[in-house]
């Protein structure tokens, strides 16, 4: 008889997209009239950057012409690629990242859960709360964890609180753990990390041969010049930490598929025998055993991205977002209700008002704004009592739901 991964079954009901789907779903089937603005998942509306558009059509072209036609790519990713990452997105940061070293995928949400896949059953894993639910369900879809108690928190991860109180970034644990997620900027709460404050990260996986595991899907949304971007600009990163990159939030390939994860070629583990053992070499065979590469197309497209009018065409694109979350932050400061992030990043945590939990606001936004959010508490238990909403949306929808909101909601 067949059976099934039993870990499955720990998991809280749904994802938390696919739920705010199913209520909102049913708030439109019964309420069909009513003008529904969605700022809950961070997906993009904005169409994709002309410079990409016109390297994509050019490479079907290409997939139509016999002498330039493509079949299976490099599992890796094409080199053309990869070298424009290293250099422009690392080198030129002084990062010592060579185009070795990164890997193409079709999704940063993917790689987070894949690279569980080279690690071992036993490591001690260290999450933030409020933290993207990824991390924490992927590790208990592969038999990390315990059960949930009541307040969701799986048993055996180590859960890092982060709130206004430490800046939304965590403290060091006391205790030793072995994998470690960063995010920064932060999904779900918009805050960012110091360079001083990663470098206490780095030294604290140095010192304890642990592995952080680096999101820097919303990287591109950094106007803060002293801020990192990437945690290879941070000395020793090297020996520690893996990076997951996007194309998703920068170019608007939500829809399209395109990002990267690097892995340098030194960063080791030791196996049970004691010899040590090179992430690279693990990872690798695990992409080129499971994935066949990212479309030919999608990764000229990509490509583009680093062109200059690609440069210029993604500039104005995040800057449209961050202005978004600028007159998202505005308008609820105005009315009195207190928010964090939406300066470096497309997310703008907010404190719900009225003492409300944060379904309860979900809930109530919904009904008498039509407005959708995402509720903290689905980010982890510490997220309760928040509310996140995304700035990705159309000008005129972020200005008529923040009217909608201050006039229902004012302090
Ligand atoms: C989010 O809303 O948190 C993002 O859309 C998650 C993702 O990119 O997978």
């Known amino acids: 008889m067949a059976t099934i991964n039993e870990n499955y079954l720990k998991l809280k009901a749904g994802y938390l997209f696919p739920e705010i789907a199913r209520r909102v779903k049913a708030f439109a089937e019964a309420n069909p009239n009513a003008p529904i603005i969605k700022l809950g998942i961070g997906d993009v509306t904005e169409p994709l950057p002309e410079a990409c558009r016109t390297a994509m059509i050019k490479a079907v072209e290409d997939m139509g012409d016999r002498s330039k036609f493509k079949g299976y790519g490099p599992e890796q990713g094409y080199l053309w690629l990869r070298e424009k990452i290293a250099s422009d997105d690392f080198q030129a940061r002084g990062c010592d990242i060579s185009a070795g070293e990164i890997f193409i995928s079709d999704g940063s949400k993917c790689d987070c859960g894949n690279i569980l896949d080279i690690f071992g059953k036993d490591n001690t894993i260290a999450v933030t709360d409020p933290v993207y639910p990824v991390y924490v369900d992927t590790n208990v ?45 932060n999904n779900p709460t918009g805050a960012t990390a110091t360079k001083e404050h990663l470098q206490a990260w780095v030294n604290y996986a140095k010192e304890h041969g642990s592995i952080i595991l680096f ?83 999608v990764q000229r497209g990509a490509e583009a991205v680093y062109s200059e009018a690609g440069k210029a065409q993604i500039k104005e694109l995040v800057g449209f977002y961050l202005e978004n979350a600028q007159i998202i932050c505005e308008q609820l400061t105005a009315a009195g209700i207190s928010v964090y992030g939406g300066k470096n990043a497309p997310y703008v945590w907010v404190k719900t008002p009225q003492g409300l939990s944060s379904w309860d606001f979900f809930d109530k936004l919904l009904q008498l704004t039509n407005v959708v959010g995402t509720p903290g508490s689905g980010f982890g238990a510490a997220g309760e009592g928040y509310f996140r909403i995304s700035a990705f949306n159309s000008r005129e929808n972020v200005e008529e739901a923040m009217k909608r909101i201050t006039e229902k909601f004012k302090v």
């Not at 010049?225 to 990159?245: M, T, V």
Request: some cysteine; overall charge negative; aromatic content about 12%.
């Open 141 to 185: 879809m592969a038999g990390h964890t315990g059960d949930a108690n009541d307040k969701g928190e799986y048993e055996g991860l180590v859960y890092l609180p982060i709130s206004a109180d430490n800046n939304f970034t965590a403290e060091i644990p006391a205790q030793k753990v072995d994998i470690i997620y960063l995010c920064f900027p």
């Open 215 to 297: 999101d820097a899907a919303y990287e591109a949304y950094i106007t803060d010049p002293s801020l990192p971007h990437s945690i290879y600009e941070i000395e020793g990163a090297k020996d520690c930490a893996i990076e997951f990159r996007s194309f998703s939030k920068n170019a608007g390939f939500t829809g399209t598929r395109c990002a990267f994860t690097v892995v340098p070629q030194n960063l080791t583990v030791k196996a049970s025998d004691g010899t040590e053992v090179k992430l690279w070499q693990l990872w690798n065979r695990r992409q080129s055993t499971k994935f066949n590469g990212v479309s030919y197309i």
